[in-house]
DNA sequence: TTCATTGCAAAAGTTTTGCACGTGC
DNA sequence: GCACGTGCAAAACTTTTGCAATGAA
């Protein structure tokens, strides 16, 4: 998606469009690998030089709340985050860290009335592919 | 349960039954609010001044390997800890921080053929009926 | 103009590491 | 006895905070 795309998208949802905001959200969608905070960093980084962590901080947690990105905290330190909001699910390896998606059913839980449900993650964890036939 | 129950339980499955794992399961099993390295240290220290917190994780991460405990990665920074291992979901309130369990059927997910899945998580999130109350 | 966002440095918080010592089996 | 676990201090990392400066609307 051009930039120009996404700062429309972001002044139609009245989220302030600034250049930063533009950039982490570009990144994010044109990488769909997951990646963390750092990474996007990194990457932003490269076209502007005076990037700060922080703001790739600011932007990410502003595009959560928005609806633009998805948190994925299947990895116990980092969140990872992910441009695709429609529900499904997420898949880790344990062995080289890569997270894949994968479909699945919204699952229906039991006993939570009174409860208001915002979200639902459904993650699994194990061997992808590549790292089980490694062994 | 009695920590001789515990140890009897480590040594049946050849899991080596050192008083600091003994204690930080028995924590674990006698407190289902799925606590975090932190709570789980400070607890066991009233009981052992010298217990150290590496000890802690070190223990954590065996006990989880062995099956003994389930890590909770729900919170996107610290892993919280439950000692029911059977499947179910967890449901985070992300005003007060509260983990709920709650009954889901396990989640079959399609187009993961060549992967070993190790472990399915159903991560539930929004607010707790008495925060939701509160406003 | 105005107020939200940015950028910097410093702090906070969790988890890991290296290594000597101690202990379960 | 020996391999494995423990304990301590320091390090590594991710994320947050405070605050002055900047810029989008």
Redesign the interface.
């Known amino acids: 998606m051009q930039k120009e795309r996404i700062t429309a998208l972001f002044k139609e949802k009245n989220f302030r469009a600034t250049p930063q905001r533009v950039a982490v959200y570009d990144y994010v969608c044109a990488h769909r690998t997951h990646p963390d905070a750092a990474q996007i960093y990194e990457s932003v980084l490269k076209s502007d030089p005076s990037f700060s962590k922080t703001t790739v901080y600011n932007a990410l947690k502003s595009l959560c709340e928005s609806g633009f990105l998805i ?1 994925v ?5 980092k ?1 990872h985050y992910d441009a695709n909001v429609d529900f499904h ?1 997420h ?1 880790i390896c ?1 062995c080289c860290g890569e997270i ?1 998606d ?4 919204e ?6 009335g ?16 590549s790292c ?1 036939n490694k062994n």
């Open positions: 948190p905290t299947i990895d116990g330190d969140v699910g898949f344990t894949y994968f479909d699945v059913p699952p229906h839980g039991s006993g939570l009174g409860f208001k449900i915002a979200r639902k993650d459904v993650y699994y964890s194990g061997l992808c592919p089980k």
